[in-house]
Each structure stands twice: as structure tokens, then as C-alpha cells.
């Protein structure tokens, strides 16, 4: 396993870190004590959850991923130290969560407590913000004209951001939390952050946890370049594309007990025509150099720039152990030219 510096912390992360957030849904305690076992056997030491989580997230499913992990560390504390173990605080409207409030520094001190309690744990190492007060252009809504930012009050979500800012100071003071990062961000975010954690000397933004694949790629090349000058850790979310990548759902496929076979909260907004037919072509050349279709969509982003930790989940052992595969492959200059002409032809799919 390579390593990489979380940020400016000081902390090495595994290259790959084990997403979680299936745990409590489709995956069961024993499936989620095997997935813990092996990604650590194979020199994984980040692991990333949320308080939303699981997912679809439901009132019935909320906070159950975190109480699983909390299970596991109650057998396995000795085991603490290895894991760098990172979570999120939930934003806005979700009416189980806080009401649907915006995300406060009086939410951040209540999260955090509730967090540590179900991970039965005296600390988290990184604790992020799931997403902003204000609506970000994600999920579907990063084509033009689908946010009007200038009806946002810049000085208003500045003002929440500093409040956020010094209630994640104290929790670091109190030995709760280590280090924050953020997650569905932009440019903009990132750097008001850190304008204000320099100003009033709070707390620096650690990484930042994107949506980011062969077929999302929208973070490439202004946040991420962003996030290389700055010294924070980009961490690529969903690197299949929610599973898509893997060629599972082509042509309206849906296997039993797959995460499209259950109602998204956001629609299927990632199957779309020309994703469908960007899949085919990139599962095809996979297979054409002895790779499947997810290796090859890993170790894609893997590669790239500016990533710090590739965040990958799975429901199954065998996709784990496939998956795991695609960190110690290269892609070679042939392939890497194949793969960026199908991007060209396919560079905004959904």
C-alpha cells in the first residue's frame, strides 16, 4: 500500500481509503467486520463514514453506519491508533437530522458528541462538513445557469462560516476532533475557509471530499489546482460513479440488491444516454488490456494529479478484493491516450 500527507497534518493516509456507507443497508455487521479485516490486512488505514449514513438515508438508517463502526472498535480498540478515522456532520435538509437546520456551531459541538458515542471512540481524526448551508453545484447541479450565485449572501455564509470555524477550534482544543475537512465544495469554499482560519487563527481546512470519476470530472483542473497550491488533501468520492463504471447497469441493467435498485434520494440523475454509452466504450477498452472495467476506473483517478485518497466502498467481498487490485496497477501511455480519447468524446456524460 503507498501513502500519502493528509494536508498540512502530518498524517500519512493509505491511497486507498474504505468508504462505509452501505453499512447498516445492504451490508450487515459481520459483512463490515470482514471489509474492516481485510482492507486493514492489506495496509488500508483510512476509513470514512458520516452521520447520515447509511444510505439511502432515511430517519430508520441514520447514524446506524457510525454505530457499526463503534461496534467494531469496541472489540478491536487496541486497534485504534492504526485508523485514521474520518466522519461528517450532515448539512441541510434532511428533516430528521436537526430539523433540516443549517449546519451551526452549536450543531457542529452536538454532532461531534453524538458522533464519538456511536463510534465509541474518544476521538475523530477528521471531521468534515457533508455540505454547505449554501446550495453547491453539485449532484446535477453544476451545468450553467442552474444556481443563481449572486442572490447568495457572500457576507451572510462567510459569517456561518467563521461561526462553524470556532466551534470546530474548541472541539480541537477538547481533544474531539483533530483536523476538519470539507466535502461538496468549490474553489470558493475552500479558500474562504482558509482566508478565515488565517485571520482569526482557527482551525485550517485539512482535505476536501469531491465527487470525482472518468465521468465527473468537473474538479479538474480549477479545484484541484486549488487544492495542490494550498497543501489539501483532495479526496475523490464515488470513483465509479456510484457503482456505474463497473458496466453493471449498461442498457438499463439492475442486479438484485444493487444500490440503483433502491429509490435515490437525487433520481438517477447519472444515467443518462451518453453515459451509458461512455461506459460501454471504457469497459470495453479495459478489457481489451486484461482489466476490468472498475480497475481501470480507479486506477484512472488514482494516477491523476493532485489526489490524495481514492474513498472506494463496496457490497461485496469479491468487488472489495477487485477493487483493491486496481492501486497497484499502472497505466501505461498507451492506455492512458485510449482512455483520455473516450473522455474527450464523452467529457460531461451526466
Not at 485571520?199 to 476536501?208: F, G, M, N
Request: hydrophobic share 40%.
Amino acid at each position: 500500500m503507498k501513502y500519502s500527507q493528509l494536508g498540512r497534518t502530518g498524517i500519512e493516509v493509505s491511497r486507498v481509503c474504505l468508504g462505509t456507507m452501505t453499512w447498516g443497508k445492504q451490508n450487515s455487521q459481520k459483512d463490515a467486520d470482514e471489509q474492516m479485516a481485510f482492507a486493514l490486512d492489506q495496509g488500508v488505514n483510512f476509513i470514512d463514514t458520516a452521520e447520515m449514513y447509511a444510505v439511502p438515508p432515511t430517519p430508520e438508517t441514520y447514524g446506524k453506519t457510525e454505530a457499526i463502526i463503534g461496534d467494531w472498535l469496541s472489540r478491536n480498540g487496541q486497534r485504534r491508533e492504526e485508523i485514521v478515522l474520518a466522519t461528517k456532520i450532515a448539512g441541510n435538509g434532511l428533516s430528521w437530522v436537526r430539523d433540516g437546520g443549517d449546519v451551526t456551531g452549536e450543531a457542529i459541538v452536538a454532532s461531534i458528541e453524538a458522533s464519538l458515542e456511536r463510534l465509541q471512540t474518544d476521538y475523530i481524526d477528521l471531521y468534515q462538513i457533508h455540505w454547505p448551508n449554501r446550495t453547491s453545484p453539485h449532484f446535477a447541479k453544476h451545468w450553467p445557469g442552474r444556481l443563481n450565485f449572486s442572490n447568495v449572501d457572500s457576507q451572510e455564509q462567510s459569517k456561518q462560516m467563521l461561526e462553524i470555524l470556532q466551534a470546530l477550534g474548541e472541539c480541537v482544543k477538547a481533544g474531539k476532533i483533530k483536523h476538519f475537512g470539507l466535502s461538496n465544495e468549490t474553489p470558493w469554499g475552500i479558500n474562504e475557509y482558509l482566508r478565515l482560519s488565517d485571520k482569526h487563527d482557527l482551525p485550517r481546512v485539512a482535505s476536501i471530499q469531491n465527487e470525482f470519476s472518468l465521468l465527473h470530472a468537473k474538479d479538474w483542473p480549477y479545484l484541484i489546482e486549488s487544492c495542490v497550491r494550498e497543501d489539501v488533501a483532495y479526496l475523490p468520492w464515488s470513483p465509479l460513479a456510484a457503482g456505474a463504471l463497473s458496466g453493471k447497469y449498461i442498457d438499463g441493467a439492475r442486479p438484485e440488491g444493487s444500490r440503483w435498485s433502491f429509490a435515490q434520494r437525487n433520481g438517477l440523475f447519472r444515467d443518462t444516454g451518453a453515459s451509458n454509452a461512455a461506459i460501454k466504450a471504457y469497459k470495453e477498452l479495459a478489457e481489451s488490456y486484461g482489466l476490468t472495467a472498475s480497475q481501470m476506473a480507479l486506477a484512472w483517478v488514482d494516477q491523476l494529479d493532485g489526489v490524495t485518497s481514492t474513498i472506494i466502498g463496496a457490497t461485496k467481498m469479491s468487488q472489495l478484493k477487485e477493487d483493491m487490485k486496481a492501486f497497484d496497477m499502472g497505466l501505461n501511455d498507451s492506455l492512458q491516450a485510449d482512455i483520455a480519447a473516450i473522455f474527450k468524446q464523452y467529457p460531461v456524460p451526466y
